[in-house]
Structure formats: structure tokens, C-alpha cells
């Protein structure tokens, strides 16, 4: 990793709130933040709301809601409080505040004057016409279009208003070591003297965010590459100013399934969607991560043609806390999979522990008004969560297990038995059962009571009955699980009700054919 003059690792997420968090930004704060864990460093949000009028408190909370819900948690920033007065919150954890660009006007305004009285900036009275005429007379003249420079040449012409205030750029080679595209080089001759503030109290993007780096003494910028040719910019107008410049890195763009630019409709999702979808924060993280970033392979897994089957992808936040490399980067595009993300989600849903699933599921249990005890919650989740592609696919496959759903008394065949011939078998289960005792009420003990059984022929007419007497469905877990989840009462209770539900047919089976 490039070594860097300001000793102690500083990044920063620099979020404009003029929507809602989206998944872009979430990843570069993924990636700053697991560099700053790693590095023992500082992570570091600050708003950028110098558009006032896109800006919105709103969006402010949600980007802060959804970073915390992602485990992104700011050792400096704005303090995060929900819903509190309409006021704004002038609250911040860290010593570089305001961590709020609105609130930082005086700090770029010292700034901006320096940069005049330098000669390193001007006013520029050309107004949009001119400069469109200007622009105009370039192109006719085959030149690449910019700034022509006019008010360089002719400061302050009588009778005109001040329009922006423009940075007197140098016409140099720019280079710089990115640490994931390595050497970049850029010719200023193409930028023209840039704009970099409307004028004293209004600073634009790059001018602010060189100012906010250099006085929150920001050691490394990591993000999107959409920023990569500001970056030269920013590079000169720290030097003008004196300053040392950050590290950068760019991280590579995010694809739709076609290396098409990610389309409106994922990009503009906000990603407290993926938590009213059922996804949980791992498993957005870690796929996340996986936008950009593999893990390495191993020596003899290079060698095997199954290096793709073999390379790790699911991983918890301590594991990527400890493999994650910001080296490893990949400059290609990233390419967006909602397959993989659906895939993730399962495989952390059911490698969770039942307890914290538990935690994840509560809301929509109390909405549902499902009570029951926390322990009977853990065994039917535990039961539950290799089968759950969502957290909200959590209900209608557990339901069951809270209260029986009516079924016909058909779903209890198996094959072409008749209904008298299902509740003898059932009637053989239920005797089975009874017999075990309720204290060690576990799925190898009924098991193994009911082997004697399965050994009569087909396991399947017993075991089928099973299932739908206990599960009221033809799909759910192993009836031997939910036998021991619910316990040897209620699976007796349930056995009992599937035997009523054959008797009364059996009745008017003999009614009319008898
Ligand atoms: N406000 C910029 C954005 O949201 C931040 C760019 C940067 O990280 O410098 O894209
Ligand atoms: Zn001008």
C-alpha cells in the first residue's frame, strides 16, 4: 500500500443527500470503511448539501439509516437522530466540523481569497452567451472547446457583473498513482481555467471537497470512477493551495448483466429497500464487496480448472475484515447479478444463528401478531432458515407451525391408497408417538421409534401422511423436525385432527356406496 505523509489512515464517504442511499455509494462506503477497520484508521462522512436546492434532510437521514442498518458505523460526522424536530442537527462526533459543507461556507470563503490574492483565480464577467460565443469561435476553428481564458486577460471590464470565480489552471502533465488503475496521467491544457466557485460564499464540488480533504486531513479518497477526472482537477488545486494531496483510488463502475451502465432502476433503488425486501445487511454486504473485489486464489486452485466452483464468495464481515485487500480491486467493471444477491441471501439466512435471525424477524412477527415463546421462535426458525430464500418468505413458510392451516383430507395420500387405508397407517404413527417420551421429544428418538414402520414397505405412506397432518402442506421441512419443534402434545393434537378429518368422509364414503 502507497505510504502517505499523513501518517494515520483517514477516509472519508462524501455523500451529496439529494436522494436516497443507493448502491453505488454504499459500496464505496463498504470499501472505506472496511479500509479504515483494517488500517486502524479513521471513517469519516461527511455531507456534501451544497446544492440547496436538491439537498434534503431526508435523504440525509436515510443515507445515515442505511449505513448503519449496512453496519457502516462514522467515527466522525454528523451524529445520526431520526425524526427529531424539523430543526437541523448541528450535532457532530470528531474534531474537523462541521462535517455539513453548508456549514462550512467561511472555511472555503478564507480559501477563495487566498486563491485571488495569489493570482491563482479571477472573476470571470463573461455571461452565458458570450462564453457560448466563445465556444462557438473555438469550434470553428477546430479546437477542442473550453474556456477561453478572456478575463484572465481582461480583469474587471466596466459595468459588468462578477459571474463565477475561475482557478487559473496551469497547463501541465498531471499524473498520479491510483491504487487500483496504477499510473493515470491527465493534460490540463483540455480543462481550461475551471470554475470553482460561484463566488465567494458559494464554492463548487471540487474547490469544497479539496478544502474538506485537506482540513479533515484526509489520507486516502477512495471512490466511484465517475470521480476520476475530477481528480487531476483536485490534484492542482491542492498544489495551488499548498497542500499535500490524498491518496486516491478509483473503484470500478457497476454493471447491469449486459456491461451496460447500471440502469435507473437498480441505481436509483434505495438500498433500505433491500431491508423491506427481506435481504439482510451481511448479505447486501457481501455482495457488495464482491462488486470490485475477489478474493485471491490459492497456488493449486490457479492451476484447476475449477477456480471459479472453488473461490470462496460468501463471506461474514470478520472475514472480510481480515481478507479484504484493497490491492486486489479489479479496474473492470463490476457486473450487478440479482441472482447472486438472492444467492447470498440465502446462504447467510442459513448460516445465522436462529437467535439473531430471531432479532431480524421480530417486526414482522409482532405485525403478524404472532406470539409465542422466544425459544419455540429459534427452534422454528432453525427449522426454517436453510428454506428461506428471504426474510419475508418467513411467514408463509413457518406459518404452520403457529397454527395448523386447513387442507383436504386428499393431501393425506401418498399414492393411490384409499382414505381408510391413510388413516390406519396414521393410526399406526399416532401409536408409535405416543410411546415416546415427551422429555426427549427429538427427531433421531422418533426416528428411530418409528423404523419398525418404514421397514413394513413404501416409508412414504407413513411419512407423507406425516408431514401434512403436522405441516397441513405438501412442502415443508422433514416431518421428524417439525415433530420435534412442536413438541409431542401438539404433534398428537395434529395426528388426531388429520385421523378426524378421514373419519368423517369414511362416513359418507359408506353412505353412498354401502
Ligand atoms: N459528493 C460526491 C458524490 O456524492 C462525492 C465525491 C467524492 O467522494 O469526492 O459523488
Ligand atoms: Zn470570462
Not at 442511499?21 to 461527511?46: D, E, P, S, V, Y
Not at 495551488?240 to 440502469?263: C, M, N, Q, T, Y
Amino acid at each position: 500500500m502507497t505510504p502517505h505523509p499523513k501518517k494515520t489512515v483517514r477516509v472519508r464517504l462524501a455523500p451529496s443527500p439529494t436522494g436516497p442511499l443507493h448502491l453505488g455509494t454504499a459500496r464505496t462506503g463498504l470499501f472505506n470503511w472496511l479500509f479504515a477497520r483494517q488500517q486502524g484508521g479513521k471513517f469519516i462522512l461527511r455531507i456534501e448539501d451544497t446544492d440547496q436546492e436538491r439537498s434534503e434532510k431526508r435523504y440525509e437521514e436515510g443515507i445515515m439509516e442505511g449505513l448503519l442498518w449496512l453496519g457502516l458505523d462514522w467515527d466522525e460526522g454528523p451524529r445520526f437522530t431520526k425524526h427529531e424536530s424539523r430543526s437541523m442537527n448541528h450535532e457532530y462526533i470528531g474534531d474537523y466540523g462541521p462535517y455539513r459543507q453548508s456549514e462550512r461556507t467561511e472555511i472555503y470563503k478564507k480559501y477563495l481569497q487566498k486563491l485571488l490574492d495569489d493570482g491563482r483565480a479571477y472573476y470571470c464577467y463573461c455571461t452565458k452567451e458570450e462564453l457560448e460565443a466563445q465556444r462557438q469561435a473555438m469550434m470553428a476553428e477546430g479546437l477542442p472547446p473550453k474556456y477561453s481564458g478572456h478575463c484572465r486577460n481582461h480583469p474587471e471590464p466596466k459595468g459588468k457583473l462578477p459571474q463565477v470565480i475561475r482557478f487559473l489552471t496551469p497547463e501541465t502533465r498531471i499524473e498520479f498513482t491510483d491504487l487500483v488503475r496504477g499510473k493515470v496521467s491527465f493534460e490540463s491544457s483540455l480543462f481550461g481555467d475551471m470554475v470553482v466557485a460561484k463566488n465567494l460564499e458559494t464554492p463548487l464540488y471540487n474547490f469544497a471537497a479539496v478544502i474538506d480533504d485537506e482540513e479533515m486531513k484526509i489520507s486516502h479518497v477512495i471512490r466511484g470512477e465517475d470521480h476520476l477526472s475530477n481528480t487531476p482537477k483536485q490534484i492542482l488545486l491542492a498544489k495551488a493551495l499548498g497542500f499535500e494531496p490524498p491518496v486516491f483510488g478509483h473503484l470500478p463502475l457497476i454493471l447491469a448483466a449486459d456491461r451496460s451502465k447500471l440502469s435507473k432502476r437498480y441505481a436509483d433503488t434505495s438500498l433500505l429497500d433491500y431491508r423491506e425486501k427481506g435481504y439482510l445487511p451481511e448479505a447486501v454486504v457481501n455482495f457488495m464487496v464482491l462488486l470490485g473485489w475477489h478474493p485471491k486464489s490459492s497456488p493449486s486452485q490457479i492451476l484447476s480448472d475449477k477456480t471459479r466452483e472453488s473461490e470462496q464468495e460468501v463471506f461474514s464481515r470478520e472475514e472480510l475484515l481480515k481478507e479484504f485487500d484493497l490491492g486486489r480491486v479489479q479496474k473492470a467493471g463490476a457486473v450487478f447479478s440479482q441472482s447472486k444477491l438472492d444467492w447470498l441471501n440465502g446462504e447467510h439466512i442459513k448460516s445465522m444463528e436462529p437467535k439473531k435471525l430471531y432479532a431480524y424477524l421480530k417486526p414482522q412477527l409482532e405485525a403478524s401478531g404472532i406470539e409465542a415463546p422466544p425459544e419455540f421462535l429459534e427452534k422454528v426458525i432453525a427449522a426454517e432458515r436453510e428454506r428461506l430464500k428471504t426474510l419475508n418468505d418467513f411467514l408463509t413458510a413457518a406459518g404452520f407451525f403457529f397454527e395448523l392451516p386447513d387442507y383436504e383430507n386428499k393431501l393425506l395420500k401418498w399414492k393411490d391408497e384409499t382414505l381408510p387405508e391413510v388413516k390406519m397407517n396414521l393410526t399406526k404413527v399416532l401409536e408409535v408417538i405416543e410411546k415416546v417420551s415427551a422429555a426427549n421429544f427429538e427427531q433421531e428418538k422418533i426416528r428411530d421409534a418409528l423404523l419398525p414402520l418404514s421397514e413394513l414397505g413404501d416409508r412414504g405412506l407413513f411419512f407423507w401422511p406425516f408431514r401434512v397432518a403436522l405441516s397441513g402442506r405438501a412442502a415443508s421441512p422433514d416431518p421428524l423436525l417439525i415433530a420435534e419443534v412442536l413438541g409431542k402434545e401438539e404433534t398428537i393434537r395434529r395426528l388426531n385432527l388429520a385421523i378426524e378429518k378421514i373419519e368423517g368422509v369414511r362416513e359418507n364414503y359408506y353412505e353412498q356406496t354401502g
